[in-house]
Each structure stands twice: as structure tokens, then as C-alpha cells.
């Protein structure tokens, strides 16, 4: 088996990335729509990641026989920006103490906090294909010298692989909603105390009161006009949160042009014009909220946007989850209950790497207690 490094995306064919990230895809929409060779690509070429962004893509490839057996989305890292598991308190120890934290290698997809494969493989190279990669990677930085490497919101079974082969397995918290087998809106709705199942309704009514009206839109309903409005609403909500956009409008050009299939658009118009909105990407059998905004303060209409509309969606297309991004525990009384999250790290320095062991450890302990008490916070009714 051979193991090289590419200069990026564009150095790998389509098809070829897509056998081992998305090998169901054959048979209807992939599974995770952020690790296939359209959604990095895209990153890529809009200059979302590369140059001066702090994100230098450098994908993973093995190889048997001249066949890629297996793949990961690495990239070399100069700051944390952009990643949901947060790293800041570790480069900032490990500076303190006369270290080097960055540059740092990471294998994730860029500013997507939502579970998936990360050492994707083809079908029958699982565990070989798994292997090879862990191990290419973590000899690339040991031979660079780099402080550290990272695997986030890999799969669980992913993490323990890597686990077993020596990686320090971490253990944070997201909100998500899960259907159980609503027929509508109004079969979530009973599963909820009457409190709770009140109060989402008075939301519902106030957002829908706005003064315009909300509708959801995919594919080739989708317009060029419409990418121009919610980059506006990107814009608001990047300077308000994070100080400067992650992404560039090119991407939402390249999204637009490969991917308005796998895009679930909300948007609130009112007067003729798009005033607010929220973008979702399409899996299999999950829909991923990514980014909201809005031009125009309007009361409930973002939980109206971004979590309610995203139900109706599930429901309606009969799919299992809703992964409606990082943080946020005003998700859980709308019905989005925490679940774990997991990724991996391999971290260079000795002593360094026993003081992180033990630190995660704490967490996990404590983010294990912290589910425990928020899921019996959550809106629905115990019991028969």
C-alpha cells in the first residue's frame, strides 16, 4: 500500500475521491454531502480554503495496486479558527510552556461542525484503509516536526479505531433532533409536556406573523438572485459572531452550479424580497443546518427558520435526524436533545500529551453527566 500527500482537491479525479467518501452515492444521495469531491472542491476553488486562509489543503490518498483504496480531507492548520472542537486552551498551554502549536495537521471538513467519516474508504478497505491513514498521518507530522493532529467530528466507531491504535479520543456535546416516527408536525408536537408543546406553537404563530411569508425552496427552484440575498444574510451573521466570513461569495457560486440538489433553502420574504433566511445541506437520511441571517429583526423567526422548517423537512422526506450545528442549548426546548460528539488527536510532545489524556478524561466524565441532566430537561413527556 502506498500513502501520498496531494497538493489539493484538484489533484485527485471526482470519481475516484467519491469511490471511497460517498461509495452509496451510486445508489441515490450520499450519506454526508460535506466529504464529497463537489462540496471540497468547491471550498477549494472559491478560495474558501488555501492560500492566506489558515486552511492549506493537503488530501490523504492510499493506494493498492494504483487504486485509491482510501482518502481523508487533511489540511495543514495556522490558527483553530473554523473547527467546533476547540483547541485554543492546548495551544495556549503549550505556548506558555515555551512550545510550538501551530502549524498542526486536521482532518476535518472546513467550518462544518457535523458528524461524518473522516478516514473514508473504499467498501471491504474499512479497516486496512483506516489503518493506513492514521498512520501515514501521524508519521507526516512526527517527520515535520508539527505539535499535533487532529480528527474532528469523525464517527464513533472511527474513534475507537483510533483509540486502539494510540490516539487520545475526545468526547464533546451537539444538539440534535430525532424523528421518531412522526407522521407531521403535530405528532412531534404530541410527544412534548402541554408547556412545551404551547410554547413552540406561540413561536410558530409570531414568525409566521412577520409579515411575509416563509417558504422552502431546493434545486432548480434555487436562483442565482437567491444566493445574492443570503450571502447579505452570511455577511450579518459572520461580522456579528466570528469578525470575518469563513467563506467567500464564489462558493455559493460553486454550490449553486454542483450542489443545488443536495441545498435546502429557507427563506422569509416580505414586500417582494428575502429579509432572512437559513441554509441546510441535504443527506441521506439527515439534514444539516448550517448558516442563518437576516436583514430584518423580526421576534421568532429564526427558531421558525432554522429548527421548525428544518422538521417539517425531515418529516415530510421521512429522514431520521436534523444536526442543526454547534452549540446553542436553546435547541433543547425545541426538541433538539444533546448527543456526542466525537474526534480524535495525536499530540507529539510527552509530557503534553499526558497532561491533554487527563484532561479529556475529566471532560468526558463531565460532558457524560451534562447529557444525562439536559435530556431529562428536554420538552418531552416521560413515561406512557
Not at 482518502?71 to 506558555?96: C, M, N, T
Not at 507526516?140 to 466507531?157: D, K, Q, W, Y
Request: glycine fraction near 10%; aromatic fraction near 12%; include cysteine.
Amino acid at each position: 500500500m502506498e500513502v501520498s500527500l496531494l497538493p489539493g482537491f484538484s489533484a485527485i479525479d471526482a470519481a475516484e475521491w467519491d469511490a471511497c467518501a460517498c461509495p452509496e452515492a451510486g445508489r441515490g444521495r450520499p450519506v454526508d454531502p460535506f466529504t464529497t469531491h463537489r462540496f471540497l472542491s468547491a471550498l477549494e476553488r472559491s478560495g474558501s480554503v488555501g492560500s492566506g486562509t489558515g486552511w492549506d489543503p493537503r488530501p490523504l490518498v492510499a493506494r493498492s495496486q494504483g487504486q485509491a483504496i482510501a482518502v481523508a480531507p487533511l489540511f495543514v492548520k495556522s490558527h483553530s479558527q473554523g473547527e467546533y472542537i476547540f483547541d485554543h486552551g492546548w495551544a495556549d498551554a503549550l505556548e506558555r510552556a515555551g512550545g510550538r502549536y501551530y502549524p498542526k495537521l486536521q482532518i476535518a471538513v472546513p467550518f462544518t461542525p457535523a458528524t461524518g467519516r473522516r478516514f473514508l474508504t473504499l467498501p471491504g478497505w474499512e479497516g486496512a484503509g483506516r489503518a493506513a491513514l492514521i498512520e501515514a498521518t501521524v508519521r507526516v507530522a512526527a517527520e515535520a516536526g508539527l505539535s499535533s493532529l487532529h480528527a474532528t467530528f469523525c464517527t464513533a466507531e472511527e474513534a475507537e479505531a483510533g483509540a486502539s491504535m494510540g490516539l487520545l479520543h475526545r468526547v464533546t456535546q451537539q444538539y440534535h433532533w430525532e424523528n421518531d416516527g412522526y407522521g407531521d408536525f403535530s405528532d412531534f408536537l404530541a410527544a412534548l409536556t402541554s408547556r412545551k408543546r404551547k410554547a413552540i406553537r406561540k413561536e410558530r404563530e409570531v414568525a409566521q406573523a412577520f409579515g411575509g411569508t416563509i417558504r422552502r425552496i431546493t434545486g432548480d427552484e434555487i436562483r442565482p438572485e437567491h444566493w445574492d440575498a443570503f450571502w447579505a444574510f452570511y455577511q450579518d451573521t459572520g461580522s456579528r459572531k466570528w469578525g470575518r466570513p469563513y467563506l467567500t461569495r464564489p462558493f455559493f457560486d460553486e454550490v449553486h452550479e454542483t450542489m443545488r440538489d443536495d441545498v435546502l433553502l429557507v427563506l422569509a420574504e416580505r414586500g417582494g424580497r428575502p429579509v432572512a433566511g437559513a441554509l441546510n445541506f441535504i443527506g441521506r437520511d439527515t439534514l444539516f443546518g448550517r448558516y442563518w441571517g437576516a436583514l430584518e429583526d423580526h421576534a421568532c423567526l429564526h427558531f421558525e427558520c432554522c429548527y421548525y422548517q428544518a422538521i417539517d423537512f425531515a418529516i415530510e422526506r421521512g429522514m431520521s435526524r436534523v444536526e442543526a450545528g454547534a452549540q446553542g442549548e436553546h435547541k433543547l426546548s425545541r426538541g433538539y436533545l444533546p448527543s456526542e460528539i466525537h474526534s480524535l488527536h495525536w499530540i507529539a510532545e510527552p509530557s503534553f500529551r499526558d497532561a491533554v489524556a487527563r484532561y479529556l478524561r475529566a471532560e468526558r466524565a463531565a460532558i457524560g453527566q451534562e447529557i444525562e441532566v439536559l435530556t431529562d430537561y428536554g420538552p418531552f413527556r416521560k413515561g406512557p
